[in-house]
């Protein structure tokens, strides 16, 4: 017997759609003046996906975990735990016994369960993204107080294209064991709190131990000159830093819009002039 999750994944579908399911042809992401941020992006065109231990929530990719009550999830859960002690080297008939014998524990079990799915989580690779760069918010939190920048990057295309949209909640996630394969997989790093739902967030990932996913060096994806489509320079960033930042994208394979950010004098938004272009 096995479980139907069409309801599951449609209703994961619906929560956390790809960009051009929900109308969004960009995602912007907004860097600080790390200059050696800026420069592997732009000149090697790599995009960095931080581990959860490096974002600012504390929250983030630390699910909670309830031991199922449905008894095909729980020998869905045997089943796998004997496939792990099988793939550790123990052998198939003492496999079965001992976590048998362990099944009958569900304390030592969830512990186990638990421990895994830290590990699981806390090596999973994430980029974020936002569907604006007249935020003015995530310019002063995310870009050193309009300092930095704003990359505007094409969301109709891979890799940016395989992002998934955050929701928002004020439920905390909750985790299956085993993790699902499909994208309801990537569920606790998918719910947010409602707090931060002015970030309006999209998120990337690289997964170390997955077989099929974008080109990347391990800890980022690796892009194509089309997928960087414009640079908003923040109002207030150094012009030796706007000078390096223009000299890395000269020698990479992108050949975005440049664009200088003016504040409003009439509202509080920004305005936006394009200046240079990427110069040989």
Not at 115 to 122: E, M, V, W
Not at 176 to 194: H, N
Request: net charge positive; charged share 30%.
């Amino acid at each position: 017997m096995t479980i139907d999750n069409t309801k599951e994944i449609e209703d994961f579908d619906k929560r956390h759609p790809h960009p051009d399911k929900d109308g969004e042809e960009s995602l912007y992401k907004y860097y600080s003046d790390n200059l050696e941020y800026l420069k592997s992006l732009f000149v090697e065109g790599k995009l960095y996906h931080a581990t959860p231990n490096q974002f600012n929530d504390p929250f983030e990719c630390k699910p909670h975990f309830n031991w199922p009550t449905n008894s095909q999830k729980i020998l869905n859960i045997k089943k796998h735990l004997i496939k792990a002690s099988i793939d550790h080297g123990i052998n198939k008939k003492r496999s079965k016994s001992f976590i048998t014998k362990k099944m009958k524990k569900p304390s030592f079990i969830k512990d186990v369960v638990i421990n895994a799915i830290t590990s699981t989580y806390g090596k999973l690779r994430i980029c974020s993204y936002t569907t604006s760069h007249e935020n003015l918010l995530l310019w002063s939190h995310y870009a050193n107080s309009h300092k930095g920048i704003c990359v505007e990057f094409d969301a109709t295309r891979l890799p940016i294209l395989y992002s998934f949209k955050v929701d928002y909640s004020e439920v905390y996630p909750e985790v299956e064991y085993p993790r699902p394969t499909d994208g309801r997989g990537f569920i606790p790093a998918l719910v947010k709190s409602l707090a931060w739902d002015y970030e309006k967030e999209y998120r990337s990932f690289l997964v170390p131990e997955a077989d099929q996913q974008p080109t990347n060096d391990g800890i980022s994806y690796i892009l194509s000159k089309m997928d960087i489509k414009n640079i908003y320079f923040g109002v207030d960033i150094d012009k030796t830093i706007k000078n390096k930042i223009i000299k890395f994208i000269n020698k990479g394979p992108f050949s975005p819009g440049l664009w200088e950010t003016k504040l409003s004098k009439t509202s509080f938004k920004l305005e936006f002039t394009r200046c240079i272009q990427k110069q040989a």
